[in-house]
């Protein structure tokens, strides 16, 4: 008789923990704060609900896209409500953004009835987003500019799983759609559960306390719900498909084929399941793609590297990285060699503080009346912000430095010039380029065989075109991956396989002074 009570009480309180798992998610006001420091975004509250009746939490458009003023210009942003329709227009106006026309409307429309979201274009993503405090782009000025005009994209939302709700608390979307589509291109807000937090890409990357605290919640100690599982698992798979810049290089139709393979791990526990968005993001094989944080339902996981997760791209540049240039990408940036007629200038990446270093290390070059030729060495180069490599550039040539980019999703291509203040040093200039150049230093690559102003010697660089985008999922996990706008040469064609140099040094002598010497006639 005992036994059979236990049973019962083993049973009920099972059902009751399940049903205070269903049902403990009530609608609230939930409080903001803003942490980014490049932003200028007050503190305030929003309400989150859940009209589905689980986990998934919703925000009214509107009401959340208000809530960013200062990251975002909303005072450019226009709402049109006509049936189940919500329109939202952003028109641009001069000196607004010379990479495309003036007075460019930009327009979504979502239509709460068949649960459907349609732009006019991409840039409607990422052009209402405010400027950052620190100007990375000081001096540089762009004088004309060009555009192929996009292709209109609409979002099958019920195709991945995901519906709109109109209901008389407001126009809702699953929040985490709601971040993806409206808070910027480099600005997030991450749910704890508990508060709103207002972030920006860079400091995601950069700090590991900011990290730590944004997963400090009483939700560490929660359950993984099911239907957060089951909306991970979705929401990954139309980010992919409609906002990862890369899908035409894995010549696929969806992710979605990728995803479900890791499926039973991703519906398992809460370790199981940010282990399987990690090795995700390892299967795309692609530098600018990586699994940043767990989620608040784990506070302990360590995300896991394998050198056997690595693909191909990514084994060659860890190769070039890690094993051959090691010791030399341990020392400091600067003048590493200045003798023989020419000097080698070592840049490892492009931060604010580049350009003006840069200036720096040639004039040290200068005070040497023998020295005509200055290597700059990128072997190294990871990238950084791109406006400070434009500005670091201006000091190698006078001309008007060209800017391609194209979107991978609306067939969109713009061009655009700019000038600098920067005044070049009169060297001959040649960049030394490895597999384990990337991003914005793979750019400067193309710019050089664009002008002609440097000389490209070394390996082929591994490429990197697209800038990069965090990606907040519903189970609280932060992704970082390649955004739709990528890089291009100047017939518009990816820099995603890299830039071929003009002199070739073998890989092994890289770092060789006698090498560097022949390949640059010296």
């Known amino acids: 008789m005992k036994k059979i009570l236990l049973m019962v009480i083993l049973v009920l309180t099972t059902m009751l923990v399940t049903a205070c798992r269903r049902h403990e998610e009530k609608d609230r006001e939930v409080p903001f704060r803003n ?151 480099m600005y997030d807000v991450y749910f704890n559960g508990e508060t709103l937090y207002g972030v920006d890409t860079y400091q995601l990357l950069d700090d590991a306390s900011l990290r730590e605290m944004l997963n400090d919640t009483a939700y560490n100690h929660h359950s993984l719900p099911d239907d957060i599982k089951a909306a991970t698992r979705d929401f990954l798979i139309f980010a992919l498909d409609h906002f990862y810049g890369l899908k035409g290089i894995h010549e696929v139709d969806s992710f979605r084929d990728l995803v479900l393979t890791r499926e039973e791990d991703l519906l398992s526990s809460e370790s199981s399941h940010y282990e399987a968005l990690n090795r995700i993001a390892y299967d795309l094989d692609d530098l600018h793609t990586s699994f940043l944080m767990s989620g608040i339902y784990l506070d302990d996981y360590e995300v896991s590297h394998d050198y056997s997760y690595l693909g191909s791209r990514s084994r060659t ?151 990069i985008t965090s990606l907040i999922v519903p189970s609280g996990a932060v992704l970082v991956m390649s955004s739709a706008s990528l890089l291009a040469d100047f017939e518009h064609a990816s820099l995603e396989r890299g830039v071929s140099v003009d002199v070739e040094i073998p890989l092994d002598s890289l770092t060789d002074i006698d090498a560097i010497r022949r390949a640059i006639g010296s």
Request: charged share 25%; with cysteine; proline share 3%.
């Open 35 to 185: 942490l980014a420091e490049e932003y200028e975004v007050e503190d305030g509250s929003l309400y989150v609900r859940f009209p589905l009746g689980n986990s998934l939490p919703y925000v009214d458009v509107e009401s959340f896209i208000m809530l960013l003023e200062g990251a975002l210009e909303t005072e450019r942003i226009g709402f049109d409500y006509i049936d189940d329709a919500l329109t939202i227009e952003y028109t641009t106006v001069e000196d607004d953004d010379a990479e495309i026309e003036e007075d460019i409307e930009l327009r979504m429309e979502i239509d709460f009835a068949y649960d459907t979201v349609t732009v006019n274009r991409y840039d409607f993503f990422r052009v209402f987003a405010a400027e950052t405090k620190t100007d990375f782009g000081k001096g540089l000025e762009i004088v004309r500019a060009e555009e192929t005009p996009p292709e209109e994209q609409t979002f099958d939302l019920a195709h991945y799983g995901f519906s709109l709700e109109k209901t008389e608390n407001g126009h809702l979307m699953p929040f985490h759609l709601a971040n993806l589509f409206f808070s910027g291109s």
């Open 317 to 467: 540049f860890v190769n070039a990285r890690h094993n051959v240039l090691r010791t030399h990408c341990a020392q400091e940036e600067g003048v590493i060699h200045a003798e023989e007629g020419f000097a080698i200038i070592l840049l490892k990446r492009f931060t604010e503080d580049t350009p003006e270093a840069f200036r720096g290390y040639l004039e040290e070059v200068e005070e040497q009346d023998d020295i005509d030729r200055v290597v700059i060495d990128i072997t190294c180069n990871t990238g950084g912000v791109m406006g400070t490599m434009y500005r670091t550039f201006a000091y190698m040539c006078d001309d008007e430095l060209p800017q391609h980019r194209i979107n991978a999703k609306d067939g969109s291509a713009t061009s655009a010039w700019m000038t600098s203040e920067n005044e070049a040093f009169a060297f001959d200039f040649y960049l030394l380029s490895s597999p384990a150049t990337y991003s914005a230093a793979n750019k400067m690559l193309s710019i050089a065989k664009e002008t002609g102003a440097a000389t490209i010697i070394g390996q082929d660089s591994l490429g990197g075109a697209a800038s």
